[in-house]
């Protein structure tokens, strides 16, 4: 049996808000990008149309680099399971070379860090579903002896 140790706001933060993100605003940047700026003149100056090609490029590759490297991760006895929602592939617990939690204020982002190469690369990432994740730990010590390294 397995547990779910990554937290429900994985799903709202890799697949809703890129999503809404790149249709509103991507539209919005296009129709401010190409109008003429005989509706309103601040739609017309090109440092304006830059302005907010570069703010919707800017956040655009913050999603990419940070939000689209959140993962699913479920963990069971002999293996774990990580999952883009897509795809999902299993792992073995002796592949971990450590496991660091970075505490973000409001959420800890946990990175599996893998031995070698793996389809997710090298470095696992989830958002820590504080009970479920610590129960599983609590559950299983003899998975985790030597691979928790903590950082804040």
């Known amino acids: 049996m397995s547990t779910r140790v990554s937290s429900n706001l994985t799903l709202v933060l890799k697949i809703f808000l890129p999503t809404l993100w790149i249709a509103f605003f991507g539209l919005l940047t296009v129709a401010i990008f190409f109008s ?9 100056d090109w ?4 302005s907010v090609l ?10 990419y680099f940070t939000l689209m490297k959140l993962l699913r991760v479920e963990f069971s006895d002999p ?5 883009n929602y ?3 592939y299993q792992y073995r617990y002796e592949d971990i ?3 660091k939690e970075y505490n973000l204020i409001l959420k800890t982002v946990v990175c599996i860090k893998m031995r070698g190469v793996t389809k997710h690369g090298k470095n696992i990432y989830f958002l820590k ?16 002896t030597g691979l928790l390294d903590q950082e804040d």
């Open 129 to 144: 579903s504080k009970a479920w994740y610590n129960d599983f730990v609590a559950e299983h010590p003899h998975i985790f």
């Open 79 to 83: 293996t774990f399971s990580a999952s």
């Open 47 to 50: 440092t304006f149309k830059l």
């Open 54 to 63: 570069g703010f919707f490029l800017v956040f655009l590759f913050f999603i």
């Open 86 to 88: 897509f795809q999902t």
């Open 97 to 99: 070379d450590k496991i």
């Open 36 to 44: 003429s700026g005989e509706e309103n003149l601040l739609f017309g």
